[in-house]
């Protein structure tokens, strides 16, 4: 059974990352082997992620950094910030 969903899954962000990185890549006018050694990643891990988006969590963030683009990893896994002394202002316990 086929599902549609208009939400990514996993798989398609993936797919855009690694598309998005090569784009990035071809921009800073390096090569896959420049820029796996600039970043001390394996060739085969760069050739890899360019053409299924698998890679280590550690080596994604060393072509970032060589890439000038590891500051976009900081708004991910951002909490979410407790507002329940906001919440407190609008209850009708504050009116009594």
Partial sequence: MIKFSV????VDILEELAAKHKV???QARMNQSELASRAGVSLGSLKRFETTGQISLESL???AHVLNCLSDFESIFNPIQNQSHIEKLFSPEIYK
């Fill in 24 to 26: 990035i890549r071809k």
């Fill in 61 to 63: 963030l060393k072509l």
């Fill in 7 to 10: 939400d990514k899954n996993p």
